[in-house]
């Protein structure tokens, strides 16, 4: 089994920061991608940030030189720390991991966390 525990949501003043974290348990080889989305009310989820894992990163445009994702791979954590925050980045944010589940075979797969919300007002 494999469990995907997302924690650091709340309610933010505009401005200011939070960060969120996730992290991966249970049986499995290696993690390989992992990233961050979100999904507002009524919008579709897009993809705010992924890191590999030797650490290469991307961001979406709308939040770059505000956010960092890192990891922790003894840990088998990734985080997120968003710096000026805006009401815009109100969403529900989720945790994607793709992993190894064996050393004997090839194929991965992804797994979600259950999304913790952020909300920022203004």
């Known amino acids: 089994q494999v469990h995907v525990v997302e924690s650091g949501g709340g309610l933010v003043q505009a401005g200011g920061s939070l960060r969120l974290s996730c992290a991966a348990s249970?049986?499995?080889?290696?993690?390989?991608?992992m990233g961050w989305y979100r999904q507002a009310p009524g919008e579709q989820r897009e993809l705010v940030a992924t890191?590999?894992?030797?650490?290469?990163?991307n961001y979406v445009d709308s939040v770059k030189g505000r956010f960092t994702i890192s990891r922790d791979n003894a840990k088998n954590t990734v985080y997120l720390q968003m710096n000026s925050l805006k009401p815009e980045d109100t969403a529900v944010y989720y945790c994607?991991?793709?992993?190894?589940?064996?050393?004997?075979?090839?194929?991965?797969?992804?797994?979600w966390g259950q999304g913790t919300q952020v909300t920022v007002s203004s």
């Open positions: 994607n991991a793709n992993i190894k589940r064996s050393r004997y075979f090839t194929s991965s797969s992804n797994y």
């Open positions: 249970g049986s499995f080889f290696s993690i390989n991608d």
């Open positions: 890191i590999s894992s030797g650490g290469s990163t």
